[in-house]
C-alpha cells in the first residue's frame, strides 16, 4: 500500500502536468455540478409547473391558508436558491483572483512585499498572503513554518470574513427579512461577526499548528503513519469540542435559561427522560428568536455524564407541549441509537480520505511552483541536522498551501462526500422517528403534528427533487418522514394485534 502510495505521489509530481489548469477545472467542474444540481430543484418552486400543494402533503395541510403557505414556501426557497447560485459565482471569482496573478497591480500599488529575485511571472494572490504572512508581527521574519503558517490563517480568513459581510448581510436583511425570519438587529450581526472572526481565529490557528506538526514530525513520505496521527488528532479534537461548544461557544451568541419547572413541558422532559433512563441534567431554552423564528432542540453532554436538552424558544412558541415531548422523543432516540459515535466514525473516515489524498501533494513541488511557491533552496547544515531530528520540515513549499491547493484540487471528492455523509445522517433520521414511533402511537401522531407544524411555520412545505435533496440535505424531507413514520406505525400496530 504505501509503495503503491508513493509511486502515485511520484507520477502527481511530474512538472508537465498543467497544474493551474487543472485546479481551475476542478473548482469550475464542482460549481457546474452545484448548479446543475440546483437547476433540478428550480421547476418544483414555479408557481407556473408546480401551482397546487403536492398531493402527498394535502391531507396534512387541511387550514384555509394552506394554499398561501404553499406559495410562500415556493417564493421562499426560489429566493435562497436564486442566492445560492449568485454566491457559486461569487465564490468562483474570489477563488480566481486568490489563484491568479491578476491583483498583482494593486498589490505593486499598496507597496506589499513580493518573492525575492524579482520572480512574478508565477505569483499570484496566495503567494502574496503567504509573503505577508511572514511580517506579521507574531510571525517574525525568518519564523519558524508554523508561526508563518498561523499567520497565513489569520489573513485568510480575516480577508474572508471580510468579504462574506456583504453577502450575510444580504441573507439576514434582506432574504430572511422579506420572508419574515430575521430577527436580528444590526448590532446584533456587528458584534456576532466579530465574535465569530475571533472564535474562528482561535479555533484555526492551533489546529493548522498542530497539522502541520504532525505532518513534518511524522514525515510527509510516511503517508499511512502521518494519517493515522492526524486522525487521531482530529478525534481528540472533535472529543473536546464536544465540551467546548455547548458550554463555552454557544454561550457567546446565546442566552440560556433554565425551563420553568411550571411549564407544561418540564414534567413530560422529566417523565419521558426516566422512561428512558436518560440521563438528565438541566433543560435550558435558549434565545434563538433573537436571531430567527426558526426552531430547533437538541442535547449535549459528555459520555458517560449527565446530557442536558436545549429548546428554542420559538420551538415552545409555535409546538403544543405533546409535540415538544414527540420531538424530544426523536431526539432521545439519536441517544438510544448512539448516533454521535456513528457520526464521530463517519467524520473521522471522511477526514481519513481527505488526508490520505491530500498527503500525495505535500511534496509536489510542480503544484506548488504553478502557484508561486519554487521549490526550497537547500537547507544549511544546521537545518539538515534539524530534519534528522524531527525538529524541521525541508520540503518543497509551505504544508498550508500545499493542504490549501490539494483541498482545492480535490473539489469534485467533497461532492461524493456529501452524498455519502448525508445518506447515513437521513438514515439515522429515519432511525430516530422510528424510535419515537416504538414509544406509542401518541408519539408517532404528535410527532407528524409537530413535523408538519414546524415545517409549515419555516415554509418549508413544497416540492424536492431527489437528486438536490440528496445533495442538500441530511435530513429527509417533509413527506418522505411522513410515508416512513405512516409505515413505521402500520407495521408496530401489526406487531401488536
Wanted: hydrophobic residues 45%; glycine residues 6%; charged residues 15%.
Amino acid at each position: 500500500m504505501t509503495s503503491l502510495l508513493h509511486q502515485l505521489q511520484g507520477a502527481l509530481a511530474d512538472p508537465s502536468i498543467p497544474w493551474k489548469s487543472v485546479l481551475l477545472a476542478s473548482i469550475g467542474a464542482k460549481e457546474v455540478f452545484e448548479t446543475y444540481v440546483g437547476s433540478r430543484q428550480r421547476p418544483y418552486l414555479s408557481p407556473v409547473l408546480h401551482p397546487t400543494l403536492p398531493n402527498a402533503l394535502k391531507p396534512y395541510l387541511t387550514a384555509p391558508d394552506a394554499h398561501d403557505t404553499y406559495r410562500k414556501s415556493q417564493a421562499y426557497a426560489r429566493h435562497k436558491l436564486d442566492y445560492g447560485s449568485v454566491m457559486i459565482v461569487l465564490d468562483l471569482g474570489e477563488t480566481a483572483v486568490l489563484l491568479s496573478g491578476v491583483a498583482l497591480p494593486v498589490w505593486n500599488a499598496l507597496g506589499l512585499p513580493l518573492p525575492a529575485g524579482g520572480g512574478q511571472s508565477q505569483w499570484t494572490l496566495l503567494r502574496g498572503f503567504w509573503d505577508l504572512a511572514a511580517r506579521v508581527p507574531f510571525a517574525g521574519a525568518g519564523a519558524s513554518e508554523i508561526r508563518q503558517s498561523a499567520a497565513f490563517v489569520v489573513l485568510l480568513t480575516v480577508v474572508g470574513t471580510v468579504l462574506s459581510l456583504p453577502k450575510e448581510y444580504y441573507r439576514n436583511f434582506v432574504l430572511e427579512e422579506r420572508h419574515g425570519f430575521n430577527k436580528m438587529t444590526r448590532a446584533t450581526f456587528a458584534k456576532d461577526q466579530v465574535k465569530g472572526l475571533l472564535v474562528s481565529l482561535a479555533l484555526e490557528v492551533p489546529l493548522v499548528a498542530g497539522l502541520i506538526k504532525i505532518t513534518h514530525w511524522a514525515g510527509s513520505d510516511a503517508i499511512l503513519r502521518m494519517v493515522t496521527w492526524l486522525i487521531v488528532f482530529i478525534f481528540c479534537i472533535q472529543i473536546a469540542m464536544i465540551f467546548v461548544y455547548p458550554y463555552v461557544i454557544m454561550p457567546l451568541f446565546n442566552k440560556f435559561t433554565p425551563l420553568p419547572t411550571d411549564s407544561p413541558v418540564y414534567p413530560r422532559v422529566k417523565n419521558l427522560a426516566e422512561k428512558l433512563n436518560f440521563p438528565l441534567g438541566k433543560v435550558w431554552v435558549i434565545d434563538g428568536s433573537i436571531r430567527s423564528s426558526h426552531s430547533n432542540a437538541f442535547f449535549f453532554g459528555l459520555p458517560g455524564l449527565q446530557k442536558h436538552i436545549v429548546l428554542y424558544d420559538t420551538l415552545l412558541e409555535k409546538s403544543k407541549p405533546e409535540e415538544v415531548e414527540a420531538i424530544l422523543a426523536h431526539e432521545l432516540g439519536h441517544w438510544k441509537g448512539m448516533h454521535v459515535v456513528y457520526l464521530l466514525a463517519v467524520a473521522l473516515t471522511q477526514v481519513a480520505v481527505s488526508f490520505s489524498v491530500y498527503a500525495l501533494f505535500l511534496e509536489n513541488g510542480a503544484l506548488l511552483s504553478a502557484f508561486g511557491f519554487p521549490p526550497s533552496a537547500a537547507a544549511s547544515p544546521l537545518e539538515l541536522v534539524k530534519n534528522k531530528l524531527g525538529m524541521s520540515h525541508g520540503g518543497t513549499g509551505p504544508t498550508i498551501a500545499a493542504v490549501l491547493l490539494a483541498s482545492m484540487l480535490v473539489s469534485p471528492l467533497s461532492s461524493f462526500l456529501q452524498f455519502v455523509t448525508n445518506s447515513i445522517t437521513r438514515h439515522l433520521e429515519y432511525d430516530a422517528d422510528a424510535f419515537a414511533t416504538k414509544l406509542g402511537a401518541s408519539y408517532a401522531v404528535n410527532l407528524k403534528k409537530a413535523l408538519v407544524t414546524i415545517h409549515e411555520k419555516n415554509l418549508a412545505v413544497y416540492g424536492v427533487d431527489h437528486v438536490y435533496s440528496a445533495y442538500n440535505h441530511n435530513h429527509p424531507t417533509l413527506v418522505e418522514r411522513l410515508e416512513a413514520l405512516d409505515s413505521q406505525l402500520a407495521r408496530d400496530t401489526k406487531k401488536s394485534t
